[in-house]
Nanobody, 121 residues
Framework: QVQLVESGGGLVQAGGSLRLSCAASGRIFSINAMGWYRQAPGKQRELVAAITSGGSTNYADSVKGRFTISRDNAKNTVYLQMSSLKPEDTAVYYC???????????????WGQGTQVTVSS
């Protein structure tokens, strides 16, 4: 079994900062990309940021320059540092990992349970 456990969400005023963490645990052979998605009420889930095992990153245009994704491969953990937060960043944030659980396993996506981020104006 593989688990992704997120932490760090909460309520913050516009202009503030939050740091999300997501730790993967369980039967893990290797982790490829890790990322953060978000889903606001009535909207589709969207990619916020992603990072490969080699450290290459990709960001949604709406968060470029404000959010920074990073990972600690030794801890199987990915982080999202969010700064200059806006009310439109309010959403449930989900951690995602593309990983293999065994030598001969195919890689597949795993998801965390989600953490609420609310930005007040």
């Amino acid at each position: 079994q593989v688990q992704l456990v997120e932490s760090g969400g909460g309520l913050v005023q516009a202009g503030g900062s939050l740091r999300l963490s997501c730790a993967a645990s369980g039967r893990i052979f290797s982790i490829n990309a890790m990322g953060w998605y978000r889903q606001a009420p009535g909207k589709q889930r969207e990619l916020v940021a992603a990072i490969t095992s080699g450290g290459s990153t990709n960001y949604a245009d709406s968060v470029k320059g404000r959010f920074t994704i990073s990972r600690d491969n030794a801890k199987n953990t990915v982080y999202l540092q969010m700064s200059s937060l806006k009310p439109e960043d309010t959403a449930v944030y989900y951690c995602n990992a593309d990983l293999k659980s065994g030598t001969w396993s195919r890689s597949r996506d795993y998801w965390g349970q989600g953490t609420q981020v609310t930005v007040s104006s």
